[in-house]
């Protein structure tokens, strides 16, 4: 087979969706194949997400999330003489003549359409044509699944659940090591919690703020509260939330981060707090958890299905349960201990391999 996939969304950005894309891209490559991939990459990318004699990167002049998308990007992908296209940002070229299939994350924008933007809103208003349209669909747990079929009346057996994982960078490495490396970079010292997302409404950030001032109040807490991730859209109500709770000492906007300081920052964390109000996955915790962190998630949507009993579950909209969530990890050293211990074995049970197997096998179900 002939199999392209769509890479263009990883020139803008490398998290989310784009990360996605790269570690597939990437465990395919790792497999014994017999199959030919072509990696639509957008035109300004100058170098190609992976090298192997059996992947081409292809430039294409469309760019991703493009109102003409629909009009310009059959015609390049015509021209590619492909058997087969994956869509990892799931809306598909609708008028391109190959047999398609998208990978659904999340459907926020049907459940809480007040999140996005009104480009947005027009971008991913697409869905319910977009999961027609395909031959088969991708979610990425039985969270997403379940919401494809209730509010899209998908059919059961096009979707398939095929797990994402965290990177095998994501590992536990001495804390020692980090302490100057973090001072160093960030000025960070002593006890932090961490939360690690792009900005946006759905991250429920407020929320975290207003638990962490309670924390410092009522429990007189040392630990600051760290956030890292780039802005993403209607974060400004964040930043004056901050300066009226009087946080700005104590809570550490670090904006987008590498890799690499991602991986120290996990490491050296007391605990991940992730209070999102709606997660197709839940890629972050599970990040944290192969690292030996601690995580405290929302008991909402996906995360009870990828961190089980690994990590403490809060309602979202609590913020006193949030509160002596934070005050227990940072309070109880046993605990802490339990849960890294518990996230390490959840986190093994995830791999890019198995996922990219199951792609793969996806792929040829529908030569």
């Known amino acids: 087979m002939r199999i392209g996939i769509d890479a263009r969304l990883t020139y803008y950005r490398r998290a989310g969706i784009s990360q996605y894309t790269v570690q597939l891209v990437e465990a395919l490559s790792r497999l014994e194949l017999q199959d030919d991939f072509v990696i639509l990459e957008g035109w300004r990318a100058r170098e190609p997400i992976i090298?192997?004699?059996?992947?081409?990167?292809?430039?294409?002049?469309?760019?991703?999330?493009?109102?003409?998308?629909?009009?310009?990007?059959?015609?390049?992908?015509?021209?590619?003489?492909?058997?087969?296209?994956?869509?990892?940002?799931?809306?598909?070229?609708?008028?391109?003549?190959?047999?398609?299939?998208?990978?659904v994350h999340d459907l926020v924008f049907l459940m809480f359409p007040h999140f996005l933007t009104k480009e947005s809103a027009r971008y991913y208003g697409q869905i319910d044509h977009a999961v027609q349209r395909a031959d088969a669909v991708i979610a990425v747990s039985h969270a997403t699944k379940k919401?494809?079929?209730?509010?899209?009346?998908?059919?059961?057996?096009?979707?398939?659940?095929?797990?994402?994982?965290?990177?095998?960078?994501?590992?536990?490495?001495?804390?020692?090591?980090?302490?100057?490396?973090?001072?160093?970079?960030?000025?960070?010292?002593?006890?932090?919690?961490?939360?690690?997302?792009?900005?946006?409404?759905?991250?429920?950030?407020?929320?975290?703020?207003?638990?962490?001032?309670?924390?410092?109040?009522?429990?007189?807490?040392?630990?600051?509260?760290?956030?890292?991730?780039?802005?993403?859209?209607?974060?400004?109500?964040i930043f004056e939330l901050t300066t009226r709770l009087g946080l700005e000492d104590q809570v550490l906007f670090l904006g987008r981060v590498t890799t690499k300081e991602l991986l120290w920052l996990y490491n050296a964390a007391e605990a991940l707090v992730a209070p999102s109000i709606y997660e197709g996955f839940g890629l972050t915790p599970l990040e944290a958890m192969a690292c030996g962190t601690p995580v405290i998630v929302s008991n909402v949507s996906s995360l009870p299905e990828i961190v089980s009993?690994?990590?403490?579950?809060?309602?979202?909209?609590?913020?006193?349960?949030?509160?002596?969530?934070?005050?227990?990890?940072?309070?109880?050293?046993?605990?802490?201990?339990?849960?890294?211990?518990?996230?390490?074995?959840?986190?093994?049970?995830?791999?890019?391999?198995?996922?990219?197997?199951?792609?793969?096998?996806?792929?040829?179900?529908?030569?």
């Open 309 to 367: 009993d690994a990590g403490l579950l809060v309602d979202p909209s609590d913020v006193d349960a949030l509160t002596v969530a934070m005050w227990r990890m940072l309070d109880d050293r046993e605990l802490r201990c339990t849960l890294s211990q518990k996230g390490l074995k959840r986190a093994a049970l995830f791999s890019w391999d198995k996922a990219a197997r199951e792609t793969l096998a996806l792929y040829h179900s529908l030569a």
């Open 147 to 237: 919401d494809l079929m209730q509010l899209l009346g998908a059919p059961e057996d096009k979707i398939h659940v095929i797990y994402e994982a965290a990177s095998l960078l994501f590992r536990p490495i001495p804390r020692e090591d980090l302490v100057h490396r973090l001072q160093g970079r960030f000025g960070i010292q002593g006890r932090y919690l961490l939360f690690v997302s792009t900005i946006e409404p759905r991250k429920n950030v407020p929320v975290l703020l207003r638990a962490y001032r309670q924390l410092v109040d009522d429990y007189g807490v040392d630990a600051r509260l760290v956030l890292a991730g780039e802005k993403g859209w209607l974060f400004d109500e």
């Open 51 to 103: 090298e192997h004699e059996r992947f081409e990167s292809r430039h294409v002049c469309t760019p991703s999330h493009h109102r003409l998308e629909q009009y310009f990007l059959p015609l390049e992908v015509a021209a590619m003489r492909l058997d087969l296209l994956h869509s990892p940002d799931f809306i598909p070229p609708f008028r391109a003549r190959v047999r398609s299939v998208i990978t």
